[in-house]
């Protein structure tokens, strides 16, 4: 089970972080990531942390987003700052127990397990 947190309502400027708790299993193995889907679009890749360490952005987040892990709790964050309305949508964590590679981690098929989604709307 995955359970993601975080979300709200913030104005343009501002900073939100996204918490992501899996019960269990092994999280240190896991390829870890996020996605989010607006409205009416497609879900698509935010931003991965891999078994060795290894980070990965979508371009439009990079600077802003950080995508962290603590292995101890199980549990996965990613620090959205410098937030825009275009970063509006449910955000999903996303598991899977092995270490993908480059070309296949920002496929939504390769991973095995899924949050419930949270809402974060950027607005003034």
């Known amino acids: 089970v995955q359970l993601a947190s975080g979300g709200g309502l913030v104005q343009p400027g501002g900073s939100l972080r996204l918490s992501c708790t899996a019960s269990?299993?092994?999280?240190?193995?896991?390829?870890m990531a996020w996605f989010r889907q607006a409205p009416g679009k497609e879900r698509t890749f935010v931003a991965a942390?891999?078994?060795?360490?290894?980070?990965h952005y979508t371009d439009s987040v990079k600077g802003r987003f950080t995508i962290s892990r603590d292995n101890a709790r199980n549990t996965m964050y990613l620090q959205m700052n410098s937030l825009k309305p275009e970063d509006s949508a449910v955000y999903y964590c996303?598991?899977?127990?092995?270490?993908?590679?480059?070309?296949?981690?920002?496929?939504?098929?390769?991973?095995?397990?899924w949050g419930q989604g949270t809402k974060v709307t950027v607005s003034s």
């Open positions: 996303a598991g899977e127990p092995r270490h993908l590679i480059i070309s296949t981690m920002r496929n939504t098929a390769e991973y095995t397990y």
């Open positions: 269990g299993r092994t999280f240190d193995r896991y390829t």
């Open positions: 942390r891999r078994p060795n360490g290894n980070t």
